[in-house]
């Protein structure tokens, strides 16, 4: 169902409260982008807490970035020019969410990719989530750094930084991020029991064939490795 304007803008701020409830960030960290219909955008402003978000704070913008609706003072996010990437290198992207899940971020501060399919659910929904080249944080090294990736992922962990997912509406993109942070915190207990096992080739492929059926969307590869190069 087809959420009016201002639906919307609430959503977008539920979640906002939610990725606080959940301790995704901290201070003013994490930003949110909705691609609207008539191809403008709306994102969270710059420094603010997604506690204390409310509908009214929203920015709406251009694709070029440039305001055309804003309460006085509240400018969109610094981290927008990576928020419009994912737009610009994925037509089925309607949403953005960059949030700091702290165990997903563990992995990304460690430089380790969460590139084991060992959970049914995980292979199924997001398969392997590489971890993207440092960048500087508003600067266009984090759009560079991230769009080799975006053909293949909806959800990264960008080095040092956080977890970036994608999605066709800003709850698919939240879920993602959800099932990368629950993935991030069953992989470090299993690695804390021994290491996980991985799920066999030929199982893998058959969870693979299963994604339309339980209407999986989105780019998710069915086996790929990270581990060798970036460690
Ligand atoms: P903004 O407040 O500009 O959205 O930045 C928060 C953040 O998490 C930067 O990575």
New binding site residues.
């Given amino acids: 169902m087809e959420l009016s304007y201002s639906a919307l803008r609430e959503q977008i701020c539920d979640i906002c409260h939610k990725m606080w409830q959940l301790g995704w960030v901290a201070a003013?960290?994490?930003?949110i982008s909705v691609k609207l219909e008539d191809g403008t955008f709306l994102a969270?402003p710059?420094?603010?807490s997604k506690s204390f978000i409310t509908p009214e704070k929203l920015v709406r913008i251009d694709q070029e970035g440039k305001v055309l609706e804003a309460m006085e003072g509240y400018r969109p996010?610094?981290?927008i020019k990576m928020h419009m990437r994912c737009y610009e290198e994925r037509e089925d992207v309607g949403a953005v969410l960059?949030a700091h899940p702290p165990v997903a971020t563990g992995y990304a501060v460690a430089n380790i990719p969460l590139d084991e399919y060992s959970m049914i659910e995980t292979v199924l929904t997001l398969g392997s989530i590489p971890v993207t080249p440092y960048g500087t944080?508003s600067t266009y090294e984090v759009p560079d750094a991230i769009a080799p990736y975006l053909g293949e992922h909806d959800a990264l962990l960008l080095q040092n930084?956080?977890a970036l997912t994608v999605g066709a509406d800003v709850v698919t993109a939240y879920y993602r991020m959800e099932t990368l942070e629950l993935f991030a915190k069953i992989s470090l207990n299993a690695h804390l029991l021994g290491g996980a096992k991985e799920i066999s080739r030929e199982n893998i492929d058959r969870l693979i064939s299963m994604r339309q059926g339980y209407g999986v969307t989105g780019r998710h590869p069915g086996y790929k490795k990270y581990s060798d190069e970036t460690l």
């Fill in positions: 003013n960290d994490g930003n969270t710059t420094g603010i996010s610094s981290e960059h944080p930084h956080g």
